[in-house]
Protein backbone atom coordinates (compact mmCIF):
# COMPACT_ATOMS: atom_id res chain seq x y z
CA UNK A 1 0.00 0.00 0.00
CA UNK A 2 0.72 3.81 -0.62
CA UNK A 3 1.46 4.14 3.40
CA UNK A 4 3.61 0.90 3.65
CA UNK A 5 5.88 2.35 0.75
CA UNK A 6 6.13 5.66 2.25
CA UNK A 7 7.45 4.16 5.80
CA UNK A 8 9.71 2.08 3.93
CA UNK A 9 10.90 5.14 2.84
CA UNK A 10 11.30 7.21 5.87
CA UNK A 11 12.75 3.85 7.65
CA UNK A 12 15.68 4.05 4.39
CA UNK A 13 16.59 8.09 5.28
CA UNK A 14 16.16 7.10 8.98
CA UNK A 15 19.05 4.25 8.64
CA UNK A 16 21.20 6.05 6.27
CA UNK A 17 22.33 8.89 8.67
CA UNK A 18 24.87 11.77 8.28
CA UNK A 19 27.48 9.77 6.99
CA UNK A 20 25.83 7.53 4.81
CA UNK A 21 24.17 7.49 1.54
CA UNK A 22 21.53 5.96 -1.04
CA UNK A 23 22.88 4.74 -4.12
CA UNK A 24 21.11 4.74 -7.51
CA UNK A 25 22.81 2.57 -10.11
CA UNK A 26 21.07 3.25 -13.81
CA UNK A 27 21.74 2.31 -17.48
CA UNK A 28 23.65 5.23 -19.01
CA UNK A 29 22.27 6.43 -22.51
CA UNK A 30 24.73 5.59 -24.24
CA UNK A 31 26.54 2.13 -23.58
CA UNK A 32 23.07 0.57 -21.64
CA UNK A 33 24.34 -2.31 -19.49
CA UNK A 34 27.83 -2.48 -21.30
CA UNK A 35 26.90 -5.54 -24.17
CA UNK A 36 27.92 -2.68 -26.91
CA UNK A 37 30.46 -1.16 -24.65
CA UNK A 38 33.00 -1.92 -27.62
CA UNK A 39 31.89 0.76 -29.78
CA UNK A 40 33.52 4.15 -29.75
CA UNK A 41 30.55 5.93 -31.12
CA UNK A 42 28.70 5.16 -27.92
CA UNK A 43 31.80 5.71 -25.30
CA UNK A 44 32.56 9.30 -26.80
CA UNK A 45 28.69 9.95 -26.84
CA UNK A 46 28.36 12.80 -24.06
CA UNK A 47 25.42 11.60 -21.54
CA UNK A 48 22.32 14.17 -22.04
CA UNK A 49 22.70 15.51 -18.43
CA UNK A 50 26.41 15.58 -17.40
CA UNK A 51 27.69 15.60 -20.55
CA UNK A 52 30.56 13.01 -19.52
CA UNK A 53 32.50 10.23 -21.76
CA UNK A 54 34.37 7.72 -21.34
CA UNK A 55 33.77 5.70 -18.67
CA UNK A 56 31.01 6.41 -15.41
CA UNK A 57 31.43 7.89 -12.14
CA UNK A 58 29.74 8.88 -8.74
CA UNK A 59 27.23 11.79 -9.22
CA UNK A 60 26.74 13.47 -5.70
CA UNK A 61 24.16 16.90 -5.02
CA UNK A 62 26.13 20.23 -5.05
CA UNK A 63 25.04 20.47 -1.04
CA UNK A 64 26.84 16.82 -0.32
CA UNK A 65 30.07 18.35 -2.31
CA UNK A 66 30.55 21.56 -0.54
CA UNK A 67 30.06 20.33 2.82
CA UNK A 68 32.85 17.66 2.00
CA UNK A 69 34.48 19.83 -0.07
CA UNK A 70 34.95 17.66 -3.33
CA UNK A 71 35.22 18.67 -6.45
CA UNK A 72 34.78 17.28 -10.06
CA UNK A 73 37.65 14.70 -10.77
CA UNK A 74 37.96 13.53 -7.12
CA UNK A 75 38.34 10.16 -6.30
CA UNK A 76 36.31 8.75 -3.76
CA UNK A 77 36.07 5.05 -2.55
CA UNK A 78 32.11 3.81 -1.99
CA UNK A 79 31.72 0.95 0.07
CA UNK A 80 28.80 -1.35 0.24
CA UNK A 81 29.51 -3.68 3.33
CA UNK A 82 33.30 -4.84 1.88
CA UNK A 83 32.49 -3.88 -1.56
CA UNK A 84 34.13 -1.22 -3.25
CA UNK A 85 34.42 1.22 -6.12
CA UNK A 86 37.07 3.94 -6.82
CA UNK A 87 35.07 6.00 -8.85
CA UNK A 88 35.53 10.25 -9.63
CA UNK A 89 32.96 12.61 -8.44
CA UNK A 90 30.79 14.37 -10.16
CA UNK A 91 28.70 17.54 -9.02
CA UNK A 92 25.57 16.94 -10.79
CA UNK A 93 22.83 19.85 -9.94
CA UNK A 94 19.53 18.53 -9.08
CA UNK A 95 20.76 15.68 -7.14
CA UNK A 96 19.20 14.70 -4.15
CA UNK A 97 21.40 15.49 -0.81
CA UNK A 98 22.85 12.25 0.42
CA UNK A 99 22.43 10.20 -2.37
CA UNK A 100 25.24 9.48 -5.34
CA UNK A 101 24.40 7.77 -8.72
CA UNK A 102 26.24 5.59 -10.58
CA UNK A 103 26.37 4.17 -14.15
CA UNK A 104 26.46 1.01 -15.02
CA UNK A 105 27.55 -1.19 -18.22
CA UNK A 106 31.75 -0.33 -17.77
CA UNK A 107 34.75 -1.40 -16.50
CA UNK A 108 34.25 -4.54 -18.54
CA UNK A 109 37.48 -7.11 -19.30
CA UNK A 110 36.14 -9.18 -21.84
CA UNK A 111 34.68 -6.59 -24.21
CA UNK A 112 37.41 -5.17 -27.04
CA UNK A 113 40.32 -3.16 -27.52
CA UNK A 114 38.29 -0.06 -27.14
CA UNK A 115 35.64 -1.33 -24.54
CA UNK A 116 38.06 -3.05 -21.67
CA UNK A 117 38.98 -1.22 -18.68
CA UNK A 118 36.69 1.48 -19.71
CA UNK A 119 35.27 3.02 -15.95
CA UNK A 120 34.59 0.98 -13.11
CA UNK A 121 32.43 -2.27 -12.92
CA UNK A 122 29.33 -1.38 -10.33
CA UNK A 123 27.17 -4.52 -10.76
CA UNK A 124 28.86 -6.03 -7.64
CA UNK A 125 26.66 -3.44 -5.75
CA UNK A 126 23.52 -4.32 -7.98
CA UNK A 127 23.61 -7.80 -6.03
CA UNK A 128 20.31 -10.15 -6.55
CA UNK A 129 17.50 -10.27 -3.83
CA UNK A 130 14.91 -12.60 -3.90
CA UNK A 131 16.07 -13.74 -7.43
CA UNK A 132 15.42 -9.68 -8.72
CA UNK A 133 18.60 -7.24 -9.47
CA UNK A 134 18.79 -4.16 -6.63
CA UNK A 135 19.21 -0.81 -8.09
CA UNK A 136 19.19 0.69 -4.88
CA UNK A 137 20.85 0.48 -1.92
CA UNK A 138 21.32 2.10 1.40
CA UNK A 139 24.24 2.52 3.82
CA UNK A 140 26.91 3.75 1.56
CA UNK A 141 29.96 5.36 3.28
CA UNK A 142 32.01 7.74 0.65
CA UNK A 143 35.45 7.98 1.40
CA UNK A 144 37.88 10.45 -0.07
CA UNK A 145 40.86 9.08 -1.60
CA UNK A 146 43.23 12.19 -2.31
CA UNK A 147 43.85 11.33 -6.10
CA UNK A 148 42.57 13.05 -8.73
CA UNK A 149 41.02 11.70 -12.30
CA UNK A 150 39.65 14.20 -14.73
CA UNK A 151 36.88 13.62 -16.50
CA UNK A 152 36.49 13.68 -20.11
CA UNK A 153 33.23 16.80 -20.45
CA UNK A 154 32.29 18.40 -23.32
CA UNK A 155 30.38 21.09 -21.81
CA UNK A 156 31.58 22.71 -18.74
CA UNK A 157 29.80 26.03 -18.60
CA UNK A 158 25.73 25.89 -17.58
CA UNK A 159 24.63 28.42 -18.06
CA UNK A 160 23.32 31.26 -20.93
CA UNK A 161 24.64 34.47 -19.07
CA UNK A 162 21.36 36.44 -19.99
CA UNK A 163 21.42 35.57 -23.82
CA UNK A 164 18.31 34.04 -25.42
CA UNK A 165 20.48 31.09 -26.55
CA UNK A 166 17.01 28.65 -25.47
CA UNK A 167 14.21 30.27 -25.25
CA UNK A 168 11.38 29.14 -23.51
CA UNK A 169 8.02 30.03 -22.01
CA UNK A 170 4.60 28.85 -20.22
CA UNK A 171 1.24 27.78 -22.40
CA UNK A 172 -0.14 30.75 -20.61
CA UNK A 173 2.08 33.40 -21.86
CA UNK A 174 2.04 31.69 -25.19
CA UNK A 175 -1.96 32.51 -25.54
CA UNK A 176 -1.31 35.78 -24.55
CA UNK A 177 1.42 37.24 -27.17
CA UNK A 178 -1.10 35.16 -29.56
CA UNK A 179 -1.43 38.35 -31.72
CA UNK A 180 2.15 38.91 -31.91
CA UNK A 181 4.11 38.43 -34.78
CA UNK A 182 7.40 37.72 -35.41
CA UNK A 183 10.49 40.71 -35.11
CA UNK A 184 11.65 40.93 -38.78
CA UNK A 185 15.27 40.63 -40.08
CA UNK A 186 17.53 43.20 -39.05
CA UNK A 187 18.97 45.54 -41.52
CA UNK A 188 22.61 44.71 -42.91
CA UNK A 189 25.39 45.87 -44.80
CA UNK A 190 25.86 43.06 -46.88
CA UNK A 191 24.51 42.56 -50.16
CA UNK A 192 22.04 40.24 -50.77
CA UNK A 193 23.34 36.83 -52.11
CA UNK A 194 22.40 35.39 -55.17
CA UNK A 195 20.06 32.53 -54.54
CA UNK A 196 19.57 29.04 -56.98
CA UNK A 197 16.44 27.14 -57.20
CA UNK A 198 16.53 25.44 -53.72
CA UNK A 199 17.60 27.07 -49.86
CA UNK A 200 17.93 24.51 -47.86
CA UNK A 201 16.95 24.65 -43.97
CA UNK A 202 16.07 23.67 -40.98
CA UNK A 203 13.75 23.48 -38.16
CA UNK A 204 14.35 22.15 -34.49
CA UNK A 205 11.38 21.65 -32.06
CA UNK A 206 12.77 22.43 -28.52
CA UNK A 207 9.65 21.15 -26.60
CA UNK A 208 9.98 17.92 -28.53
CA UNK A 209 13.43 16.66 -28.12
CA UNK A 210 14.38 14.83 -24.83
CA UNK A 211 17.95 15.40 -25.58
CA UNK A 212 18.45 11.52 -25.98
CA UNK A 213 21.31 12.10 -28.42
CA UNK A 214 20.50 9.94 -31.63
CA UNK A 215 21.16 12.60 -33.69
CA UNK A 216 24.88 12.78 -32.78
CA UNK A 217 25.60 9.07 -33.03
CA UNK A 218 23.89 8.93 -36.49
CA UNK A 219 25.52 12.25 -37.70
CA UNK A 220 28.35 10.18 -36.56
CA UNK A 221 27.71 7.43 -38.42
CA UNK A 222 26.79 9.23 -41.76
CA UNK A 223 29.38 11.37 -41.86
CA UNK A 224 32.60 9.50 -40.98
CA UNK A 225 33.04 11.75 -38.01
CA UNK A 226 36.12 10.55 -35.90
CA UNK A 227 35.95 9.42 -32.56
CA UNK A 228 39.43 10.83 -31.01
CA UNK A 229 39.17 9.09 -27.60
CA UNK A 230 39.79 10.12 -23.68
CA UNK A 231 42.38 12.52 -23.56
CA UNK A 232 41.39 14.12 -26.70
CA UNK A 233 38.06 14.91 -25.31
CA UNK A 234 39.66 16.02 -21.88
CA UNK A 235 41.66 18.72 -24.10
CA UNK A 236 37.99 20.26 -25.72
CA UNK A 237 38.91 18.29 -29.02
CA UNK A 238 35.58 16.04 -29.76
CA UNK A 239 34.93 16.20 -33.40
CA UNK A 240 30.85 15.74 -33.08
CA UNK A 241 29.34 18.13 -35.61
CA UNK A 242 26.34 17.62 -33.83
CA UNK A 243 26.10 18.29 -30.45
CA UNK A 244 23.39 18.64 -27.43
CA UNK A 245 23.87 21.84 -25.63
CA UNK A 246 22.46 21.48 -21.93
CA UNK A 247 21.58 24.57 -19.46
CA UNK A 248 19.96 24.91 -16.42
CA UNK A 249 18.13 27.45 -14.95
CA UNK A 250 17.26 28.36 -11.31
CA UNK A 251 18.89 27.12 -8.11
CA UNK A 252 21.73 24.08 -8.35
CA UNK A 253 19.66 22.25 -5.90
CA UNK A 254 16.42 22.47 -7.96
CA UNK A 255 17.41 23.85 -11.54
CA UNK A 256 15.33 23.60 -14.48
CA UNK A 257 16.91 21.51 -17.44
CA UNK A 258 17.03 23.11 -21.35
CA UNK A 259 18.70 21.17 -23.82
CA UNK A 260 18.98 22.43 -27.50
CA UNK A 261 20.45 20.42 -30.36
CA UNK A 262 23.46 22.67 -32.20
CA UNK A 263 25.12 22.23 -35.19
CA UNK A 264 26.55 24.57 -37.56
CA UNK A 265 23.83 27.00 -38.33
CA UNK A 266 24.60 27.60 -42.29
CA UNK A 267 24.43 31.66 -41.88
CA UNK A 268 23.48 33.67 -44.34
CA UNK A 269 26.10 35.99 -43.49
CA UNK A 270 28.28 33.56 -42.19
CA UNK A 271 31.20 34.94 -40.13
CA UNK A 272 33.39 32.23 -41.04
CA UNK A 273 34.01 32.90 -44.56
CA UNK A 274 35.25 36.79 -45.10
CA UNK A 275 38.23 35.37 -42.71
CA UNK A 276 39.34 32.23 -44.48
CA UNK A 277 42.54 33.15 -46.61
CA UNK A 278 42.01 30.82 -48.93
CA UNK A 279 38.52 30.44 -49.37
CA UNK A 280 38.11 27.19 -48.42
CA UNK A 281 34.85 27.96 -46.46
CA UNK A 282 31.87 29.60 -48.80
CA UNK A 283 28.12 30.02 -49.49
CA UNK A 284 26.65 28.01 -52.09
CA UNK A 285 23.79 29.29 -54.08
CA UNK A 286 21.66 26.95 -52.38
CA UNK A 287 21.74 27.79 -48.84
CA UNK A 288 24.76 26.00 -47.35
CA UNK A 289 28.20 27.02 -45.72
CA UNK A 290 30.37 24.65 -47.51
CA UNK A 291 33.83 23.38 -46.29
CA UNK A 292 36.44 22.35 -48.93
CA UNK A 293 38.73 19.97 -47.79
CA UNK A 294 41.53 20.21 -50.18
CA UNK A 295 41.46 23.68 -49.96
CA UNK A 296 41.58 24.21 -45.95
CA UNK A 297 45.07 24.90 -44.65
CA UNK A 298 44.32 25.04 -41.08
CA UNK A 299 44.35 28.18 -40.06
CA UNK A 300 41.15 28.35 -37.51
CA UNK A 301 40.20 31.61 -38.39
CA UNK A 302 37.00 30.34 -39.13
CA UNK A 303 36.68 28.47 -36.20
CA UNK A 304 37.46 31.58 -34.19
CA UNK A 305 35.09 34.10 -35.53
CA UNK A 306 32.32 31.52 -35.50
CA UNK A 307 29.39 32.56 -32.46
CA UNK A 308 27.69 29.03 -32.63
CA UNK A 309 31.58 27.49 -31.85
CA UNK A 310 30.05 23.91 -34.03
CA UNK A 311 33.45 24.05 -36.15
CA UNK A 312 36.15 21.19 -35.53
CA UNK A 313 39.49 20.69 -36.35
CA UNK A 314 41.64 17.49 -36.70
CA UNK A 315 44.60 17.96 -34.77
CA UNK A 316 45.71 14.14 -35.69
CA UNK A 317 45.47 11.55 -38.22
CA UNK A 318 42.15 10.30 -36.16
CA UNK A 319 40.93 7.75 -39.10
CA UNK A 320 44.16 5.86 -38.37
CA UNK A 321 44.32 5.61 -35.03
CA UNK A 322 45.07 2.23 -33.93
CA UNK A 323 43.21 2.25 -30.94
CA UNK A 324 39.30 2.11 -32.16
CA UNK A 325 38.32 -0.91 -34.71
CA UNK A 326 36.84 2.48 -36.71
CA UNK A 327 40.01 3.05 -38.65
CA UNK A 328 41.86 2.87 -42.02
CA UNK A 329 44.52 0.34 -41.27
CA UNK A 330 42.22 -2.10 -40.68
CA UNK A 331 39.93 -3.41 -43.22
CA UNK A 332 37.09 -5.15 -41.43
CA UNK A 333 36.80 -1.18 -39.70
CA UNK A 334 36.65 0.35 -43.51
CA UNK A 335 33.23 -1.65 -44.18
CA UNK A 336 31.98 1.41 -41.08
CA UNK A 337 32.61 4.54 -43.61
CA UNK A 338 29.95 5.74 -45.62
CA UNK A 339 31.54 5.93 -49.17
CA UNK A 340 29.71 8.80 -50.40
CA UNK A 341 31.59 11.36 -47.51
CA UNK A 342 35.04 12.27 -47.75
CA UNK A 343 37.35 10.83 -44.33
CA UNK A 344 38.89 14.02 -43.26
CA UNK A 345 42.83 14.60 -42.64
CA UNK A 346 44.85 15.91 -40.37
CA UNK A 347 45.06 19.49 -40.07
CA UNK A 348 41.89 20.64 -41.61
CA UNK A 349 38.57 22.23 -40.34
CA UNK A 350 35.17 20.30 -40.77
CA UNK A 351 31.21 20.78 -39.74
CA UNK A 352 28.30 19.59 -40.34
CA UNK A 353 27.09 19.62 -44.49
CA UNK A 354 23.31 19.37 -43.64
CA UNK A 355 24.34 15.68 -44.90
CA UNK A 356 24.68 17.52 -48.75
CA UNK A 357 25.67 14.35 -50.11
CA UNK A 358 21.97 13.41 -49.50
CA UNK A 359 20.77 16.13 -50.36
CA UNK A 360 23.03 15.28 -54.02
CA UNK A 361 21.03 12.21 -54.66
CA UNK A 362 17.80 13.13 -53.86
CA UNK A 363 18.06 16.00 -56.48
CA UNK A 364 19.39 13.64 -58.91
CA UNK A 365 16.91 11.05 -58.36
CA UNK A 366 14.61 13.60 -59.05
CA UNK A 367 16.17 14.73 -62.36
CA UNK A 368 15.94 10.85 -63.38
CA UNK A 369 12.58 11.09 -62.71
CA UNK A 370 12.00 13.95 -64.46
CA UNK A 371 10.17 15.46 -61.34
CA UNK A 372 10.80 18.20 -58.93
CA UNK A 373 12.13 16.75 -56.07
CA UNK A 374 9.25 16.13 -53.03
CA UNK A 375 8.83 17.93 -49.87
CA UNK A 376 10.06 15.81 -46.94
CA UNK A 377 12.11 13.40 -49.85
CA UNK A 378 15.50 14.51 -48.25
CA UNK A 379 16.35 14.20 -44.72
CA UNK A 380 19.42 14.34 -42.65
CA UNK A 381 20.65 11.97 -40.99
CA UNK A 382 19.83 13.66 -37.80
CA UNK A 383 16.30 13.92 -38.55
CA UNK A 384 16.10 10.42 -39.71
CA UNK A 385 16.96 8.48 -36.33
CA UNK A 386 14.58 11.31 -34.12
CA UNK A 387 12.32 9.39 -32.17
CA UNK A 388 10.52 12.69 -31.38
CA UNK A 389 10.44 14.50 -34.97
CA UNK A 390 11.82 17.48 -33.24
CA UNK A 391 13.97 17.97 -36.51
CA UNK A 392 12.39 19.22 -39.71
CA UNK A 393 14.90 19.72 -42.67
CA UNK A 394 13.87 20.35 -46.15
CA UNK A 395 13.50 24.14 -48.83
CA UNK A 396 13.19 27.17 -47.50
CA UNK A 397 12.65 28.63 -50.69
CA UNK A 398 9.42 26.83 -51.35
CA UNK A 399 6.54 28.48 -49.08
CA UNK A 400 4.73 25.76 -48.85
CA UNK A 401 7.20 22.98 -47.64
CA UNK A 402 6.83 21.76 -43.95
CA UNK A 403 10.34 23.39 -42.47
CA UNK A 404 9.03 27.00 -44.02
CA UNK A 405 5.74 26.88 -42.67
CA UNK A 406 7.07 25.23 -39.11
CA UNK A 407 9.97 28.17 -39.52
CA UNK A 408 7.63 30.88 -40.17
CA UNK A 409 5.79 30.09 -37.15
CA UNK A 410 5.36 32.30 -33.84
CA UNK A 411 7.54 30.58 -31.77
CA UNK A 412 10.56 30.28 -34.41
CA UNK A 413 13.27 32.37 -33.90
CA UNK A 414 17.39 32.28 -34.29
CA UNK A 415 20.17 31.55 -31.76
CA UNK A 416 21.90 35.22 -31.40
CA UNK A 417 19.99 36.87 -34.23
CA UNK A 418 21.16 40.02 -33.21
CA UNK A 419 24.43 39.08 -34.45
CA UNK A 420 23.01 39.50 -38.01
CA UNK A 421 24.49 35.86 -39.24
CA UNK A 422 21.04 35.11 -40.59
CA UNK A 423 20.89 31.82 -39.98
CA UNK A 424 19.21 29.24 -41.98
CA UNK A 425 18.50 26.81 -38.95
CA UNK A 426 15.51 27.63 -36.46
CA UNK A 427 14.58 26.69 -33.38
CA UNK A 428 10.98 26.66 -32.14
CA UNK A 429 10.27 28.18 -28.51
CA UNK A 430 9.91 25.47 -26.02
CA UNK A 431 6.65 26.12 -24.31
CA UNK A 432 6.35 24.02 -20.54
CA UNK A 433 2.89 23.59 -19.72
CA UNK A 434 3.75 24.57 -15.95
Not at 102 to 125: E, H, I, K
Not at 311 to 338: I, K
Not at 411 to 428: I, K
Request: neutral net charge; aromatic residues 6%.
Amino acid sequence: SAASVARSQLDAAASRGPDTYELHLYEPVAVRDGAHANNPWLQELPDPVSKVTWGNYAAIAPADASRLGLEAGDVVVLDDAGRRLELPVHVQPGQAPQTISVALGYGRTRSGRVGDGVGVNAFPLARRSAGARRYARTGITMTRTGRRDALATTQSHHSMEGRAIVMETTLGAFHETADRGREPDLPTLWAARPRGEHNWGMAIDLSACTGCSACVTACQAENNVAVVGRDEVRRGREMHWIRIDRYYTGSEDSPGTLVQPMMCQHCGNAPCEPVCPVLATVHSSEGLNQQVYNRCVGTRYCENNCPYKVRRFNWFEYARNDRFDFNLNNPLGLMVLNPDVTVRSRGVMEKCSLCVQRIQAGKLEARRGGRAVEDGEIQTACQQACPADAIVFGDLADPDSRVSQVSRGRRGYHVLDELGTRPNVTYLTKVRNA
